[in-house]
């Protein structure tokens, strides 16, 4: 009888933990982070920017792990850094010149090293002959242009030995043995996120990343994680530090409770070009697609894939017709500047935004799915298409397209367009305009 009580008592108390554990699974976003949901999607455009100690390798930002440096040698990297041309005033009028609204910049990256004067660790840039936080300068350069900053942090570490590394599918060649001591690391990532939530001013966004070391490779039936990260104390601190604050996580699975945006690597939404995006896109939180303007994320010597002027637009675009952010990196070089390959191009996109931004800005996605000739997207009485190439036959449809049209126009010389509403939809007459730009728009208002 008593071990009969006593199973019903552990049952209980089984039952009431669990019941606990779902209700601290449950999130409101605050009216603070609600609205700052719908800036981030209004901004819709961001630079990341991934530097750090591997740029000196000029092999990536993964150069750890592919070559399989042992920690101990990885460290010989420390007392040579030195950016002498890191400028945060450039890297923000860098972004600004582009048309972009926000910066998210990597302050830890999979090699645990930390690009602020944090207490937490020796392994930091303050700690190398450059001395200085550049992330303090950079935080300091955005409040002064009125860009956004939003930081990323790596949950995934081939530095430390309490990751639980043994686990993990990267950073088994770093050297390091024995088990890690997930409750001393995530300790470690709390400390370090309560410092950059407290001494850099209000931060857009925490952008985590790695969670994918610890779970089957992508497109896996099974996708659960080997380790308990303990998301719900991680995000708690952060919404209770600085509630506006956006939370999103590179898991490339549906958003977990807690988070405030889902991020699409190197795909739009929808699409699964690069093997990693096999979720579905969010429709309760905005979306964001993040992509290279060449083939690497950090600085690569020999990486000569750079993006087009045309291409960069209609990333661009083609994110915004999908309802999504496009968040665009660049990786300085190891003297902290950002090559000019790069600049160049984003300056000359930028000179299209300020032309075009009205149809981008501000904007979400269009009714009109996308198309084999481009995208659409909508603000308020007014729906921009996007054309990216030469409808077939001078003739755009618009398949049950029902809302009452007042007038269609070329958006930049407001010339008009011919159109026809009839029971199978909206149908455009091209025939006269020049389609010889990256992306010519077609603005139709609505009665």
Not at 169 to 185: E, M, W
Not at 267 to 295: H, M, Y
Not at 366 to 372: D, E, K, L, N, T
């Amino acid at each position: 009888m008593l071990v009969s009580v006593l199973s019903k008592f552990s049952a209980c108390i089984g039952g009431l933990a669990l019941c606990i554990s779902l209700q601290a699974q449950v999130y409101t976003p605050t009216p603070a982070n609600l609205e700052a949901r719908k800036t981030f999607q209004d901004n819709k455009y961001g630079l990341f920017i991934h530097w750090g100690l591997s740029s000196m390798l000029g092999d990536g930002e993964w150069v750890m792990n592919n070559r399989n440096i042992k920690v101990e040698d990885y460290k010989r990297l420390l007392p040579a850094f030195y950016p002498a041309q890191f400028d945060a005033d450039k890297w923000v009028q860098t972004a600004k010149n582009a048309g972009m609204k926000y910066i998210v910049f990597i302050t830890r990256h999979h090699d645990g090293f930390s690009n602020w004067d944090t207490k937490q660790s020796d392994w930091k840039i303050t700690n190398t002959p450059f001395k200085r936080d550049v992330l303090k300068e950079l935080a300091a350069a955005c409040k002064k242009e009125g860009i956004k900053l939003g930081l990323y942090y790596s949950t995934l570490d081939w530095y430390r030995d309490d990751y639980p590394h043994e686990t993990g599918r990267t950073g088994q060649g770093t050297g390091r043995t024995g088990k890690g001591n997930y409750a001393s690391y995530l300790q470690f990532m709390k400390n370090q996120l309560t410092e950059l939530l407290t001494n850099y001013g209000e931060i857009m966004s925490i952008w985590f990343d790695g969670h994918w070391d610890q779970t089957n490779p992508e497109g896996a039936h099974d996708r659960s994680s080997r380790i308990d990260w303990r998301y719900e104390e991680i995000y708690g601190l952060i919404h209770s530090l600085q509630p506006q604050c956006m939370i999103g996580n590179n898991h490339h699975l549906t958003p977990l409770p807690g988070e405030d945006f889902q991020m699409f690597e190197r795909d739009l939404p929808g699409e699964n070009k690069s093997g990693l995006s096999f979720q579905e896109a969010s429709q309760e939180v905005p979306l964001e697609t993040c992509e290279t303007i060449n083939g690497a994320w950090g600085y690569n010597i020999t990486d000569r894939k750079y993006k087009t002027v045309s291409q960069v637009i209609q990333l661009l675009v083609g994110a915004a017709g999908r309802n999504a952010n496009l968040l665009l990196n660049v990786g300085p070089m190891p003297n902290g500047q950002i090559q000019p390959e790069f600049t160049d191009t984003l300056a000359a996109a930028g000179k299209w935004l300020e032309k075009y931004g009205e149809t981008i800005y501000g904007t979400r996605g269009g009714p009109i799915a996308p198309q084999p000739w481009g995208v659409s997207t909508q603000k308020g009485r007014k729906i921009y298409l996007h054309v990216f190439k030469q409808p077939y036959g001078n003739m755009i449809l618009l398949p049950g397209f029902k809302e009452k049209v007042k007038q269609v126009q070329v958006f930049i010389n407001r010339q008009p367009v011919k159109f026809k509403q009839q029971a199978e939809g909206l149908i455009l007459q091209t025939e006269g305009i020049l389609f010889d730009s990256a992306d010519e728009v077609i603005e139709i208002e609505l009665r």
